[in-house]
């Protein structure tokens, strides 16, 4: 990955509005696949995403006292998803609760992969799904998910692997 210089506290021109946006154009695809996965909804996800990027404008944090940027900004991710999380949770029991949507005929077998994937994924326990994230769609290492998730290394690398048997379980309940 790059290196971008981070801006400073007391710089407050174009220098670092460009620097922030460096910062943001190389984390903010992969801070908003995390999201997106967690969180399950794309537009929950976009404002979690720009919700980290304006408390660190808001803030006037020092990123170069920040010793791994990236471990910083996905913190920073888990504490807002975690909020955010909270808040979907309502809004999916609410969806719920309407008639179900009937997938197309003429899906293809792909596509109903996908979903099938996808829909498997939701039924993870919020810890799991979240390890999963940051492992799939964050690129982490483990050691990387424990800094994050504020939790020890075997407990991550344990999360992920029961996610993968219960992925692999559901996944197989559905086969036709």
């Given at each position: 990955?790059?290196?971008?210089?981070?801006?400073?506290?007391?710089?407050?021109?174009?220098?670092?509005s460009a620097?922030?946006?460096?910062?943001?154009?190389?984390?903010?695809?992969?801070?908003?696949?995390?999201?997106?996965?967690?969180?399950?909804?794309?537009?929950?996800?976009?404002?979690?995403?720009?919700?980290?990027?304006?408390?660190?404008?808001?803030?006037?944090?020092?990123?170069?006292?920040?010793?791994?940027?990236?471990?910083?900004?996905?913190?920073?991710?888990?504490?807002?998803?975690?909020?955010?999380?909270?808040?979907?949770?309502?809004?999916?029991?609410?969806?719920?609760?309407?008639?179900?949507?009937?997938?197309?005929?003429?899906?293809?077998?792909?596509?109903?992969?996908?979903?099938?994937?996808?829909?498997?994924?939701?039924?993870?326990?919020?810890?799991?799904?979240?390890?999963?994230?940051?492992?799939?769609d964050g690129e982490l290492?483990?050691?990387?998910?424990?800094?994050?998730?504020?939790?020890?290394?075997?407990?991550?690398?344990?999360?992920?692997?029961?996610?993968?048997?219960?992925?692999?379980?559901?996944?197989?309940?559905?086969?036709?």
């Amino acid at each position: 990955m790059a290196t971008i210089p981070a801006p400073s506290q007391e710089d407050d021109g174009p220098d670092r509005s460009a620097a922030l946006a460096a910062i943001y154009d190389v984390h903010a695809p992969r801070l908003f696949a995390v999201a997106r996965r967690i969180l399950r909804e794309p537009a929950d996800a976009e404002e979690c995403v720009q919700e980290i990027f304006v408390r660190l404008v808001e803030r006037g944090v020092d990123l170069n006292a920040v010793d791994d940027l990236s471990a910083y900004l996905f913190t920073s991710l888990h504490h807002t998803a975690a909020t955010r999380f909270k808040q979907s949770e309502r809004r999916l029991a609410l969806h719920q609760r309407a008639a179900p949507i009937e997938e197309p005929q003429t899906a293809s077998v792909d596509l109903l992969q996908t979903r099938a994937l996808e829909r498997a994924l939701q039924t993870l326990p919020l810890e799991q799904r979240e390890v999963v994230s940051l492992k799939v769609d964050g690129e982490l290492t483990f050691a990387e998910i424990a800094q994050v998730l504020g939790v020890g290394l075997n407990t991550a690398a344990s999360r992920y692997r029961y996610a993968l048997a219960k992925l692999k379980s559901a996944l197989e309940e559905n086969e036709p």
